[in-house]
């Protein structure tokens, strides 16, 4: 049996810990906090992020990292994309050199633009063991066991489809690529346009508008996309427009609901202060707003949702309308 360590223990850590142990693997969580780890441990629920969902019992949570990662062939990470590099470098005296890496995160980190996989190379895991995981993955769906679909990505393909088999069950099918950074900016760029997509929703407009937003977002992350290397093909899949609908169609998108709230006139502070889980199109928007000015990249949505964040603009002037130039072919 394959052990598995999985280090996060909010909704998407367990969520996916619960896949990965109905794929047959043996799952171990780390959480920070006792009392999650206990409820897990004891009851196999974790209240807190995944009411009523049971949890099988080749899952279990510890507090004691290297305990987890004791012995474990694959390493999945489902942290905050800014507590990656800290948590990381707890981890890895105790990861063992032939195990896998993933990364689970959908962020970029802030001060260095980097993608979850570079921090995770940066600090000394072989890009070879690196792989990620992405896709339309609501937490609260998988976890209640309704089908859906994941890419797994690494350079090395034998790896991408290792990661695959020990993530596939039932409910849960994992597809493979090789475009790891196609992969990660789909994950990271969808949840902006859903934090805009939230702001059109708080602020009262109607489905138009929301397609507007969603149809020009997918246009402007595949030309940021491509132009930092990544395929064409990916953006139009699961990683891509399959992410990108997931996210900003429902409610129990973090992302979308942060953009809702702020819609409705609540300053950003408090939108973070009122939210359980971490919206990470909230710290992106400004490292990928950067990234996009070293390429000379125009992101008008994803500029006007930075200014809705910075109070600069009012949610009510969302306009993906007027984003582009009237002339401009749709495709671009």
Same mark, same amino acid.
């Given at each position: 049996?394959t052990?598995?360590?999985?280090? $996060?223990?909010?909704?998407?850590g ?20 006792? /009392? ?30 290297? /305990? ?10 489902? #942290?905050?994309?800014q507590?990656?590099?800290? +948590? ?13 890496? #993933? ?7 802030? $001060? ?15 890009? !070879?063991?690196? @792989? ?12 209640? &066991?309704?089908?859906? @679909?994941?890419?797994?990505?690494? /350079? ?10 020990? @993530?596939?069950? !039932?409910? *849960?099918?994992?597809f ?8 990660? *900016? ?33 246009a ?7 132009? *930092? ?29 942060a953009?809702r ?14 939210? +359980?889980?971490?919206? &990470? ?8 707003? /950067?990234? @996009?000015?070293?390429?000379?990249? !125009? ?34």
């Amino acid at each position: 049996m394959t052990h598995i360590a999985v280090l $996060g223990a909010g909704s998407w850590g367990t969520t996916f810990a619960k896949v990965l142990a109905d794929g047959g693997a043996d799952v171990v969580v780390w959480a920070r906090r006792h /009392e999650i780890a206990r409820e897990i441990q004891n009851t196999h629920r974790n209240s807190d992020y995944l009411p009523d969902i049971d949890l099988p019992p080749n899952l279990r949570a510890d507090t004691d990292m290297a /305990e987890v990662l004791r012995g474990a062939h694959q390493v999945y990470l489902a #942290v905050p994309s800014q507590h990656l590099r800290p +948590n990381l470098r707890e981890a890895i005296p105790h990861i063992g050199p032939d195990a896998l890496v #993933v990364s689970l995160m959908k962020g970029v980190e802030v $001060g260095t633009g980097l993608r979850m996989s570079e921090v995770i190379a940066q600090e000394g895991i072989e890009s !070879s063991r690196i @792989a990620v995981v992405s896709g339309p993955n609501l937490a609260l769906e998988i976890a209640r &066991e309704q089908p859906t @679909a994941a890419v797994a990505s690494s /350079e090395s393909e034998e790896v991408a489809r290792t990661i695959a088999h020990a @993530a596939t069950n !039932s409910y *849960f099918k994992t597809f493979i690529n090789t475009d790891v950074v196609g992969t990660e *900016f789909g994950g990271v760029l969808k949840n902006l346009i859903a934090v805009a997509v939230g702001i059109a929703d708080g602020v009262g407009y109607g489905e138009n508008t929301k397609a507007s937003i969603i149809t020009r977002g997918l246009a402007e992350i595949s030309a940021f996309a491509a132009a *930092f290397g990544a395929q064409p093909h990916t953006m139009s899949g699961l990683a891509g427009l399959g992410d990108l609908i997931a996210t900003c169609e429902s409610p129990l998108s973090r992302n979308n609901t942060a953009g809702r709230l702020l819609g409705q006139g609540h300053s950003f502070t408090d939108v973070v202060a009122s939210m +359980n889980q971490t919206a &990470e199109g909230l710290s992106a928007v400004k490292p990928v707003l /950067e990234l @996009a000015a070293s390429k000379g990249i !125009s992101m008008p949505i994803v500029t006007q949702v930075g200014q809705v964040l910075d109070g600069s603009r009012d949610p009510r002037e969302l306009a993906p309308h007027f984003a582009t130039d009237s002339d401009t072919p749709e495709g671009e």
